[in-house]
C-alpha cells in the first residue's frame, strides 16, 4: 500500500468514526477517488432512511455518479473503512471499479454484530440450502421478459458480448 493508499484510508475510517456520532448511521465509512482526488464520501444510511441498500459503498458510488454524471468508474479507487458485504462487492463491480482497499475485514465485521460473513457463505449455497427462496416465473412469462430485453439490446450502439 502506497501512502497515498494509507491517507485516503485513514480519511475513509474517520468518516466510519464520526458515523457513531450521528444517530441512525453504522460505523461504515467510504470515499472513491479519482486521479489522485477525493469525487465522493460517504457513510451508511440504512437505518436512518430505513433502507437496506443504503451501505456507505452504494451511497458514495451514488454521488460519485450523480457529481460525475456517469455510473462507471474505470479509473476510480475506493477506499472502505470494512470489507465491502456481498451487495456492496457486486456494486463495485457493477462500476467497473478496478480496485477497493479497505480496513477491517469481514471477520472483524462478523464480530461486530453485522452479518456479512453469513452472507458470504449463503451465496457458496445451492440454491436449494439458501435461506431466500427463489422462484422463477413461468417459460411463457420469462419468454415474455427476454423478449424486452432483446429489444433494449438491439438498440444498443454496440453488439452484445456474452460473458458466460
Known amino acids: ?8 484510508l485513514a480519511h475513509a475510517i474517520d468518516l466510519a468514526r464520526h458515523a457513531l456520532e450521528d444517530e441512525g448511521e453504522t460505523p461504515f465509512g467510504v470515499i472513491v477517488v479519482i486521479g489522485g482526488e477525493t469525487v465522493s ?34 479509473d476510480g479507487i475506493m477506499y472502505a473503512s470494512s470489507e ?33 460473513l453469513q452472507l458470504y457463505r449463503e ?18 412469462l420469462g419468454l415474455q421478459v427476454t423478449e424486452v430485453l432483446r429489444s433494449w439490446s438491439a438498440a444498443l450502439p454496440e453488439p452484445v458480448v456474452t460473458e458466460l
Not at 500500500?1 to 485516503?8: G, L
Not at 443504503?54 to 462507471?72: C, D, F, I, P
Not at 451465496?123 to 411463457?140: F, G, I
Open 1 to 8: 500500500m502506497s501512502e497515498a493508499d494509507r491517507e485516503f
Open 41 to 74: 464520501e460517504g457513510t451508511s444510511s440504512v437505518v436512518k432512511l430505513a433502507d437496506p441498500t443504503a451501505h456507505a459503498e452504494v451511497m458514495t458510488l451514488r454521488s460519485a455518479g450523480k457529481s460525475l454524471g456517469r455510473h462507471v468508474f474505470w
Open 84 to 116: 465491502p458485504c456481498p451487495m456492496c462487492l457486486v456494486t463495485c463491480y457493477w462500476a467497473r471499479l478496478p480496485r477497493v482497499v479497505f480496513g477491517a475485514t469481514s471477520h472483524d465485521v462478523a464480530m461486530n454484530g453485522f452479518e456479512d
Open 123 to 140: 451465496m457458496t449455497y445451492p440454491e436449494e440450502r439458501r435461506s431466500l427462496r427463489e422462484d422463477a416465473a413461468s417459460e411463457a
